[in-house]
């Protein structure tokens, strides 16, 4: 599943390729996907001119010109905005107009410079949705999304990761926590920041709450560096793959070697995603609580 990561990518791909645009034309197929299009956003869209590109969580949101205000007002809370989620298997993407269509092809949008934008998704798990106010449609998304990854407050960071007795797993797979970390950002972050997966959110020390924050937004950055990874059908908002999949220290690497002890990447089942790490370099208990068994046995 596309995670922040790929959402980015997409976005800056497609931030030069659509802005604007005008759509001259939507066409959608009979196949409906996880949050049907309706078709009387047809007419909603054509005509509308795009603003901007941006990403919220995993969500990616078209900020459109609204044909029918005089004069249409860029970012203003009653303008329109095209959200679109990937789902597992989504691609949206930019493509002369004469590119022969795609398999699995659920929506796409005529643009005024003879390309078109296309949403296509084999599992059928994405969406695509018209919003008539951006301010409707923000109030709604922060009511469900936490903060993003990016120069979080350590503090409220520290407070919602103790605040649980939910493994390390779950807790940045909640989106209200943190917006647009999946499973295999979880992975890395938290071999990043030497915890284990297992570990209680509320046996966390300060510091180690401070490793985590900053392990999130190191691995997130250094992967949007990278383009994403491309597991199996990613692809940018241009088509071209990611490759931070080749740099995975633990995730999908079963069995493997850990590029820091050598010890073999294991997984476990958390949270109900398959978790990878090394058990030797993620201890899975509380370094205190360790630091103190030592002492006694030493006395």
Not at 19 to 36: C, D, I, M
Not at 51 to 62: M, S
Not at 265 to 275: D, M, P, T, V, Y
Request: include cysteine; proline fraction near 6%; charged fraction near 25%.
């Amino acid at each position: 599943m596309p995670e922040l990561p790929e959402v980015e990518t997409v976005v800056r791909d497609l931030r030069p390729l659509l802005a604007g645009r005008t759509v001259v034309g939507v066409r959608h197929s009979a196949k409906k996907l996880r949050r049907p299009w309706r078709p009387a956003w047809n007419a909603r869209v054509t005509g509308a001119t795009v603003a901007g590109v941006r990403r919220r969580g995993k969500w990616i949101l078209v900020d459109l010109l609204d044909a029918k205000r005089n004069p249409p007002v860029a970012d203003a809370p009653g303008s329109p905005v095209l959200r679109v989620h990937l789902g597992m298997t989504g691609q949206f993407t930019v493509v002369p107009a004469a590119t022969p269509e795609p398999d699995h092809l659920h929506l796409a949008f005529a643009l005024d410079n003879g390309t078109d934008l296309l949403l296509r998704d084999p599992r059928r798990f994405g969406s695509a949705e018209w919003f008539a106010s951006r301010a409707a449609l923000e109030d709604e998304m922060n009511a469900e999304l936490g903060p993003e990854p990016f120069g979080l407050d350590a503090a409220a960071f520290r407070d919602a990761v103790t605040g649980t007795a939910r493994n390390l797993k779950a807790v940045l797979l909640d989106q209200t926590i943190v917006a647009g970390v999946g499973n295999i950002y979880a992975d890395e972050a938290l071999f990043r920041s030497k915890l284990h997966p297992a570990r209680t959110g509320k046996s966390l020390a300060a510091d180690e709450c401070d490793r985590l924050r900053l392990a999130v937004e190191a691995v997130l950055t250094k992967a949007i560096a990278s383009r994403g990874s491309t597991i199996r059908d990613y692809v940018g908002g241009s088509g071209l793959r990611g490759g931070f999949q080749n740099e995975f220290a633990v995730y999908g690497r079963t069995g493997e070697p850990c590029p820091t002890c050598t010890g073999a990447i294991a997984c476990e089942r958390l949270a109900g995603r398959s978790s990878h790490f090394c058990a030797s370099c993620q201890k899975s208990s509380p370094q205190s609580k360790t630091k103190k068994a030592t002492k006694a046995r030493t006395v």
